[in-house]
């Protein structure tokens, strides 16, 4: 199963980002959202997953805090803060969460956190995002970079 993890689109649904996450068989958001045409142009490329982000006003009754789900015998939390995780997170085999617009890949104990950047509008930083597979042995994950020329 491929799976693409984005977050922070902050209502700007590249091209490059779409491309590269044709081919995947679900999208997993992890909030700042921002507008809810973002959840139908990625809802045409594969199911999504989403969290609502500090910045979803918009989006607050359709979309929770935390999305707890379980896909292919995988349990999977999906928040935009990750500060706000109160409970025994390693029940979780991956953690998805974003708003800090930085890419980061860890592991503790069995559980994977993966905040796979922001790929909306950034700043003077990188236009990230990540693809996952998802097999017998665990999720393999990729950050994948967009180059950018700030221009957005």
Same mark, same amino acid.
């Given at each position: 199963? #491929? !799976?693409? !993890? !984005?977050?922070?689109?902050h209502g700007l649904? #590249? @091209? @490059? =980002?779409?491309?590269?996450?044709? *081919?995947?068989?679900? !999208?997993?958001?992890?909030?700042? =959202?921002c507008e809810l045409y973002i959840l139908q142009e990625l809802e045409e490329i594969a199911p999504v997953y989403a969290a609502r *982000?500090?910045?979803?006003w918009s989006l607050m009754n359709i979309l929770p805090w935390k999305n707890i789900f379980e896909l292919e015998g995988k349990k999977i939390m999906i928040t935009h803060i990750k500060e706000g995780i109160t409970e025994d997170?390693?029940?979780y085999d991956l953690i998805v969460y974003g708003h800090t617009h930085r890419y980061a890949l860890d592991k503790k104990g069995d559980t994977i956190w993966i905040n796979p950047g922001s790929c909306g509008p950034c700043v003077y930083r990188p236009i990230t995002l990540a693809l996952a597979e998802l097999d017998e042995q665990g999720f393999h994950?990729?950050?994948c970079e967009i180059p950018s020329d700030w221009s957005y």
């Open positions: 199963m #491929r !799976i693409g !993890i !984005i977050s922070d689109t649904l #590249r @091209e @490059e =980002v779409k491309e590269l996450l044709r *081919g995947c068989d679900a !999208i997993f958001h992890a909030g700042d =959202v *982000g500090n910045n979803d997170w390693s029940q994950i990729e950050k």
